[in-house]
């Protein structure tokens, strides 16, 4: 299992990825709000989405896992 940890503190705005999707490697993942801007993390990883642990909404730390990529 391989992880996509979030960058920065902030609330998640948006997750452009559902789960079973491919994804590639600098594809935007999960959009972050953090001292109202949209930070974007895009993924390091190719594969497919297994889990998503965030939802709209979450207040997330810097390190925390965001979804797990196969």
Do not use: C, W, Y
Request: aromatic share 2%; charged share 25%; no cysteine.
């Amino acid at each position: 299992m391989r992880e996509i940890k979030s960058i920065i503190t902030g609330i998640v705005l948006s997750i452009p990825v559902q789960k079973d999707e491919a994804v590639s490697i600098g594809q935007e993942v999960v959009i972050i709000e953090s001292m109202k801007m949209a930070i974007p993390i895009e993924s390091h990883l190719a594969g497919k989405v297994e889990n998503i642990k965030v939802k709209v909404g979450d207040f997330v730390n810097e390190d925390d896992v965001l979804l797990t990529i196969v």
